[in-house]
T-cell receptor
Framework: RKEVEQDPGPFNVPEGATVAFNCTYSNSASQSFFWYRQDCRKEPKLLMS???SGNEDGRFTAQLNRASQYISLLIRDSKLSDSATYLCVVNMRASSNTGKLIFGQGTTLQVKP | GAVVSQHPSRVICKSGTSVKIECRSLDFQATTMFWYRQFPKKSLMLMATSNEGSKATYEQGVEKDKFLINHASLTLSTLTVTSAHPEDSSFYIC??????????????FGEGSRLTVL
Protein backbone atom coordinates (compact mmCIF):
# COMPACT_ATOMS: atom_id res chain seq x y z
CA ARG A 1 0.00 0.00 0.00
CA LYS A 2 1.31 3.45 -0.87
CA GLU A 3 2.02 5.79 2.00
CA VAL A 4 -0.04 8.55 0.43
CA GLU A 5 -2.68 7.74 -2.16
CA GLN A 6 -4.60 9.99 -4.46
CA ASP A 7 -6.87 9.44 -7.41
CA PRO A 8 -4.74 10.65 -10.32
CA GLY A 9 -7.79 11.78 -12.30
CA PRO A 10 -7.96 13.74 -14.48
CA PHE A 11 -10.93 15.63 -13.16
CA ASN A 12 -12.50 17.60 -15.99
CA VAL A 13 -14.90 20.25 -14.74
CA PRO A 14 -16.53 23.36 -16.22
CA GLU A 15 -15.70 26.82 -14.96
CA GLY A 16 -17.62 27.68 -11.85
CA ALA A 17 -17.95 24.08 -10.70
CA THR A 18 -17.09 22.82 -7.26
CA VAL A 19 -14.64 19.95 -7.16
CA ALA A 20 -13.27 17.89 -4.30
CA PHE A 21 -10.16 15.76 -4.03
CA ASN A 22 -9.45 13.16 -1.41
CA CYS A 23 -6.20 11.71 -0.22
CA THR A 24 -5.53 8.83 2.16
CA TYR A 25 -2.40 8.16 4.17
CA SER A 26 -1.27 4.93 5.73
CA ASN A 27 0.78 6.03 8.71
CA SER A 28 -1.40 6.93 11.66
CA ALA A 29 1.57 8.72 13.26
CA SER A 30 1.51 11.36 10.53
CA GLN A 31 1.13 14.78 12.03
CA SER A 32 1.32 17.50 9.44
CA PHE A 33 -0.45 17.73 6.14
CA PHE A 34 -0.31 19.97 3.14
CA TRP A 35 -1.70 20.52 -0.31
CA TYR A 36 0.76 21.58 -2.96
CA ARG A 37 0.00 22.67 -6.48
CA GLN A 38 2.19 21.70 -9.39
CA ASP A 39 1.81 23.13 -12.86
CA CYS A 40 3.02 21.13 -15.83
CA ARG A 41 6.81 20.86 -15.86
CA LYS A 42 7.11 23.24 -12.94
CA GLU A 43 8.08 22.88 -9.31
CA PRO A 44 5.45 22.26 -6.60
CA LYS A 45 4.23 25.27 -4.65
CA LEU A 46 2.48 25.24 -1.32
CA LEU A 47 -1.24 25.81 -1.69
CA MET A 48 -2.21 25.43 1.95
CA SER A 49 -1.50 23.56 5.13
CA UNK A 50 -4.23 21.35 6.52
CA UNK A 51 -5.23 21.82 10.13
CA UNK A 52 -7.16 19.46 12.36
CA SER A 53 -10.10 21.80 12.61
CA GLY A 54 -10.22 22.35 8.88
CA ASN A 55 -9.24 25.59 7.22
CA GLU A 56 -10.31 27.79 4.39
CA ASP A 57 -8.42 30.14 2.09
CA GLY A 58 -10.70 31.93 -0.32
CA ARG A 59 -12.21 29.36 -2.63
CA PHE A 60 -10.15 26.54 -1.16
CA THR A 61 -11.13 24.48 1.86
CA ALA A 62 -9.02 21.75 3.39
CA GLN A 63 -10.26 19.11 5.81
CA LEU A 64 -8.50 16.46 7.85
CA ASN A 65 -10.10 13.28 9.17
CA ARG A 66 -7.61 11.57 11.43
CA ALA A 67 -9.89 8.68 12.32
CA SER A 68 -10.22 7.70 8.68
CA GLN A 69 -6.77 8.96 7.74
CA TYR A 70 -7.81 11.09 4.88
CA ILE A 71 -7.44 14.68 3.77
CA SER A 72 -9.64 16.56 1.38
CA LEU A 73 -9.40 19.68 -0.72
CA LEU A 74 -12.49 21.47 -1.96
CA ILE A 75 -12.31 24.08 -4.69
CA ARG A 76 -15.34 26.28 -5.20
CA ASP A 77 -16.14 28.36 -8.26
CA SER A 78 -13.37 26.77 -10.33
CA LYS A 79 -11.32 29.03 -12.56
CA LEU A 80 -9.40 28.13 -15.67
CA SER A 81 -6.25 29.03 -13.78
CA ASP A 82 -6.97 26.29 -11.24
CA SER A 83 -5.98 23.71 -13.85
CA ALA A 84 -2.97 21.93 -12.37
CA THR A 85 -1.94 18.86 -10.44
CA TYR A 86 -2.72 18.93 -6.74
CA LEU A 87 -0.33 17.03 -4.52
CA CYS A 88 -1.29 15.69 -1.12
CA VAL A 89 1.71 15.80 1.20
CA VAL A 90 2.16 14.19 4.59
CA ASN A 91 4.83 14.40 7.25
CA MET A 92 5.19 12.47 10.47
CA ARG A 93 6.51 15.43 12.41
CA ALA A 94 4.19 18.22 13.52
CA SER A 95 6.34 21.00 12.16
CA SER A 96 7.84 19.01 9.33
CA ASN A 97 11.27 20.08 10.45
CA THR A 98 12.86 17.13 8.80
CA GLY A 99 11.40 18.13 5.47
CA LYS A 100 10.96 14.45 4.79
CA LEU A 101 7.65 14.95 3.16
CA ILE A 102 5.82 12.08 1.52
CA PHE A 103 4.09 13.11 -1.67
CA GLY A 104 1.04 11.58 -3.23
CA GLN A 105 0.98 10.95 -6.94
CA GLY A 106 -1.14 14.02 -7.47
CA THR A 107 -4.62 14.63 -8.82
CA THR A 108 -4.90 16.42 -12.12
CA LEU A 109 -7.60 19.03 -12.54
CA GLN A 110 -8.64 20.44 -15.90
CA VAL A 111 -11.09 23.32 -15.77
CA LYS A 112 -12.85 23.87 -19.09
CA PRO A 113 -14.46 27.10 -20.31
CA GLY B 1 10.15 35.98 -6.57
CA ALA B 2 11.96 32.69 -6.35
CA VAL B 3 13.57 31.89 -3.04
CA VAL B 4 15.31 28.74 -4.25
CA SER B 5 17.10 28.74 -7.56
CA GLN B 6 18.14 25.66 -9.47
CA HIS B 7 20.46 25.39 -12.45
CA PRO B 8 20.45 24.18 -15.16
CA SER B 9 16.75 23.89 -15.88
CA ARG B 10 17.36 21.47 -18.73
CA VAL B 11 20.33 19.33 -19.59
CA ILE B 12 20.92 16.71 -22.21
CA CYS B 13 23.96 14.50 -21.93
CA LYS B 14 25.44 11.32 -23.31
CA SER B 15 25.49 8.05 -21.44
CA GLY B 16 28.51 7.71 -19.23
CA THR B 17 29.00 11.39 -18.58
CA SER B 18 28.42 13.21 -15.30
CA VAL B 19 26.03 16.07 -14.77
CA LYS B 20 26.05 18.59 -11.94
CA ILE B 21 22.91 20.37 -10.77
CA GLU B 22 23.10 23.37 -8.46
CA CYS B 23 20.58 24.47 -5.88
CA ARG B 24 20.87 27.87 -4.26
CA SER B 25 18.88 29.48 -1.52
CA LEU B 26 18.36 33.16 -2.24
CA ASP B 27 18.60 35.66 0.62
CA PHE B 28 18.40 33.02 3.29
CA GLN B 29 20.69 30.38 4.68
CA ALA B 30 19.75 26.74 4.47
CA THR B 31 21.63 24.28 6.63
CA THR B 32 19.52 21.56 5.12
CA MET B 33 18.37 21.09 1.56
CA PHE B 34 16.47 18.24 0.01
CA TRP B 35 16.76 16.55 -3.34
CA TYR B 36 13.77 14.96 -5.00
CA ARG B 37 13.25 13.07 -8.19
CA GLN B 38 10.04 12.91 -10.19
CA PHE B 39 9.15 10.64 -13.08
CA PRO B 40 6.32 11.59 -15.44
CA LYS B 41 2.92 11.29 -13.78
CA LYS B 42 4.55 10.03 -10.61
CA SER B 43 4.99 11.53 -7.19
CA LEU B 44 8.10 13.28 -5.95
CA MET B 45 10.48 10.86 -4.32
CA LEU B 46 12.94 12.13 -1.73
CA MET B 47 16.41 11.04 -2.72
CA ALA B 48 18.54 12.56 -0.02
CA THR B 49 18.85 15.24 2.60
CA SER B 50 21.81 17.51 2.09
CA ASN B 51 23.46 18.80 5.25
CA GLU B 52 25.81 21.76 5.23
CA GLY B 53 29.28 20.75 6.30
CA SER B 54 28.53 17.07 6.66
CA LYS B 55 27.55 14.03 4.67
CA ALA B 56 24.21 13.79 2.99
CA THR B 57 21.61 11.37 4.27
CA TYR B 58 20.37 9.13 1.49
CA GLU B 59 17.02 7.41 1.30
CA GLN B 60 16.83 3.68 0.99
CA GLY B 61 17.54 2.51 -2.52
CA VAL B 62 19.39 5.63 -3.61
CA GLU B 63 23.00 4.97 -4.59
CA LYS B 64 25.40 7.30 -2.82
CA ASP B 65 28.14 6.83 -5.37
CA LYS B 66 25.74 7.44 -8.21
CA PHE B 67 24.21 10.62 -6.86
CA LEU B 68 26.90 12.70 -5.22
CA ILE B 69 25.71 15.51 -3.01
CA ASN B 70 27.83 18.34 -1.76
CA HIS B 71 26.60 21.09 0.55
CA ALA B 72 29.67 23.25 0.86
CA SER B 73 28.02 26.48 1.93
CA LEU B 74 24.84 27.64 3.61
CA THR B 75 23.35 28.71 0.30
CA LEU B 76 24.49 26.06 -2.14
CA SER B 77 23.96 22.34 -2.54
CA THR B 78 24.94 20.37 -5.63
CA LEU B 79 23.79 17.05 -6.96
CA THR B 80 26.06 15.25 -9.39
CA VAL B 81 24.66 12.37 -11.39
CA THR B 82 27.71 10.28 -12.18
CA SER B 83 28.08 7.98 -15.16
CA ALA B 84 24.58 8.84 -16.28
CA HIS B 85 22.39 6.26 -17.98
CA PRO B 86 19.11 6.73 -19.86
CA GLU B 87 17.17 5.45 -16.84
CA ASP B 88 18.52 8.43 -14.88
CA SER B 89 16.49 10.71 -17.12
CA SER B 90 14.08 12.45 -14.82
CA PHE B 91 13.02 15.72 -13.24
CA TYR B 92 15.25 16.57 -10.29
CA ILE B 93 14.03 19.14 -7.80
CA CYS B 94 15.70 20.61 -4.75
CA UNK B 95 14.05 22.32 -1.83
CA UNK B 96 14.95 24.26 1.26
CA UNK B 97 13.13 25.71 4.19
CA UNK B 98 13.01 29.45 4.81
CA UNK B 99 12.11 30.17 8.38
CA UNK B 100 12.13 33.92 7.80
CA UNK B 101 9.27 33.87 5.31
CA UNK B 102 7.16 31.26 6.98
CA UNK B 103 6.86 30.82 10.70
CA UNK B 104 6.78 27.07 10.47
CA UNK B 105 9.46 27.06 7.83
CA UNK B 106 7.67 26.71 4.53
CA UNK B 107 9.42 24.41 2.12
CA UNK B 108 10.31 26.14 -1.13
CA PHE B 109 11.26 24.27 -4.24
CA GLY B 110 13.73 25.10 -6.94
CA GLU B 111 12.49 25.32 -10.51
CA GLY B 112 13.64 21.79 -11.20
CA SER B 113 16.18 20.35 -13.61
CA ARG B 114 15.04 18.10 -16.41
CA LEU B 115 17.78 15.63 -17.25
CA THR B 116 17.74 13.66 -20.47
CA VAL B 117 20.42 11.04 -20.95
CA LEU B 118 20.87 9.84 -24.50
Amino acid sequence: RKEVEQDPGPFNVPEGATVAFNCTYSNSASQSFFWYRQDCRKEPKLLMSVYSSGNEDGRFTAQLNRASQYISLLIRDSKLSDSATYLCVVNMRASSNTGKLIFGQGTTLQVKP
Amino acid sequence: GAVVSQHPSRVICKSGTSVKIECRSLDFQATTMFWYRQFPKKSLMLMATSNEGSKATYEQGVEKDKFLINHASLTLSTLTVTSAHPEDSSFYICSARDFKRGGSGELFFGEGSRLTVL
